[in-house]
DNA sequence: CAGTTGACGATTGTTAACAATCTCTGTCAA
DNA sequence: TTGACAGAGATTGTTAACAATCGTCAACTG
């Protein structure tokens, strides 16, 4: 320890130098979902390279994955952007969740054997110790990260990757249009949909879910703007 | 003309020199979707190189792209190989495409107004004349891109591109496992979905969709293997 | 004073050389 | 004959310097 003095970084494969570029993803994926990261928000290269501690490389195959996934979006010669969702965008997000996720829990509901309930029950309980913390950028991400988790309880890795990459398109949206209060969603309705994926109850399930969605997309005004951050080394350095 | 002798190459963006990623994705993409670039080929960096006439950096980007899509697998100091599902990987992307695929043509069928009906008829126009000149690869590649084609007609860019993603998949499944003839879809059954959508039959559609997807899994030999491909720039370098 | 032009600084894009790793081949010994 | 070992060659990973582009700001002109 002592031969490192100021280096408090922990890279994911650290052998010779620095996090690789999928542990630079995953703290900016992070930071998204904990809305600590608003859009428009400048990732200069050089900012990263000294917040992470690595050479432009990596940094720029990390900024060129998050792209691939939509989370920031390049322009060339100009740099890196946090992704800017309008509205047509945020109306397809939720298109194509109202799509995916009513027959998904439909089929969670159906077939109790080949699902991780595990995963679900685990989760709710992370969601519920945060909220009695009070750890608000926790709460969001995990409240958000509800339904991806409902996506890795069936097992399927395509399902799952679908899922997070819209759950990240919504958090950026209500971070942008979500109108104060309802960053997160409401305390209950996880609890209560995974009950009904319990009891075996696809039309339940599918019904609340249905509800769900609904209640977080009129929770957002679609007029309302927010500024971009400028402190990047404070929201990615933190853990 | 004259002052570029042996540059038959046209790319998408050539100010400065060669094509860019995009257009070396989309040239390795069509291959896979044509069934030319069989699993498991290396491609490496060198041979891109001159098959592009682009420097390292490009091809690069282009491979960290592709596997981000999951069409080639990055293996560390080793190289990119063209992703090689296997038998779990096949099961979760029909299972993925039978969560999805169903509601998809449910809302094509019930929602007329919204959606793209032009860009279907001309593609099941498309397969037909592909069919009618016998041209092998074109056929395979309009089939897959049919079901990618009725993720476009919603307008929904996050349903085509997961759809896109799920049939590039497919793709190299039926290329893995598929028994000789039925490389490509049944000629009417994808023009039969079509009618039912024009006919704002939406349990047709479904059925109809359901039984063809059924179809294509049926017809998977999950011992069958292929032999990777060599000669790249042949198979690159081809319109 | 308004608008335009030019140069400077900062940031991104590209290239080429270097380092590290892996594969293949040939040799040697058991 | 088979196995292990070592070295050469080839391929990928990394770094640093260089080139190109963009935004800003000051000076200039009408």
Redesign the pocket.
């Known amino acids: 320890m002592s031969s490192k003095p100021q280096q408090s970084r922990q890279a994911t494969s650290d052998?010779?130098?620095?996090p690789?570029?999928n542990f630079i993803v995953e703290r900016i994926y992070k930071a998204v979902m904990e809305q600590r990261l608003a859009p428009k928000t400048?990732?200069?290269?050089?900012?990263l390279c000294e917040t992470f501690g690595?050479?432009?490389?990596?940094v720029?195959?990390a900024?060129l994955l998050l792209s691939s996934q939509g989370i920031i979006e390049?322009?060339?010669?100009?740099?890196?952007y946090v992704a800017c969702p309008d509205k047509t965008e945020a109306n397809d997000v939720f298109a194509a969740r109202m799509l995916i996720e009513p027959p998904l829990v439909r089929q969670l509901a159906q077939n109790p054997g080949d699902i991780d309930l595990a995963l679900l029950t685990n989760h709710i309980a992370l969601e519920d110790a945060a909220r009695g913390k009070k750890e608000r950028t926790e709460i969001i991400r995990l409240s958000g990260e509800f339904h991806t988790t409902l996506a890795q309880a069936t097992g399927n890795k395509f399902i799952s990757r679908m899922m997070r990459e819209l759950v990240t398109r919504t958090s950026l949206i209500v971070g942008l249009f979500g109108t104060s209060e309802n960053a997160s969603c409401p305390d209950d309705e996880h609890s209560n949909i995974l009950k009904a994926i319990q009891s075996h109850d696809p039309d339940l399930a599918e019904k609340l879910l249905i509800s769900h969605l609904n209640h977080i997309q009129r929770g957002l005004d679609m007029e309302a703007r927010q500024e971009p951050q400028d402190d990047l080394a404070a929201i990615l350095g933190s853990d």
């Not at 052998?15 to 620095?18: K, Q």
């Not at 390049?74 to 890196?80: E, I, P």
């Open positions: 052998p010779t130098g620095g690789d570029e400048k990732l200069s290269e050089a900012r690595v050479g432009r490389m990596r720029r195959r900024l390049l322009q060339s010669n100009r740099g890196a």
